[in-house]
């Protein structure tokens, strides 16, 4: 009886991520080695942007970059992103 007290007085309940873009953020650090100090810029990324263009994004980075730091080929894949996105409304704020 002894085991299953201390097995119960030690579990540790794990709790889901309470957004979406939580969990994509969680996926994304597993799949391309997010280090620590930039995970919460990853977070900012994945709740700012759309599910799809973070999947994307993802997939392109682990598609092109073989070798080297991934996550710094991830952050300039959403900047180039952005900067494609920016470059649109303003032409068609310019129609």
Not at 41 to 52: G, S
Request: glycine share 2%; aromatic share 10%.
């Amino acid at each position: 009886m002894d085991n299953l007290a201390d097995l119960l007085k030690n579990r540790r309940t794990v709790k889901p991520p309470a957004y979406e873009w939580q969990d994509l953020a969680l996926r994304v650090v597993k799949e391309l080695s997010i280090p620590d100090f930039k995970r919460s810029a990853l977070f900012k990324v994945c709740r700012d942007h759309h599910k799809y263009t973070v999947e994307k994004a993802m997939n392109e980075t682990k598609e092109l970059c073989k070798g080297g730091s991934k996550w710094q080929y991830f952050f300039k894949v959403i900047d180039s992103f952005d900067k494609l996105q920016a470059e649109t409304k303003k032409t068609e704020a310019e129609k």
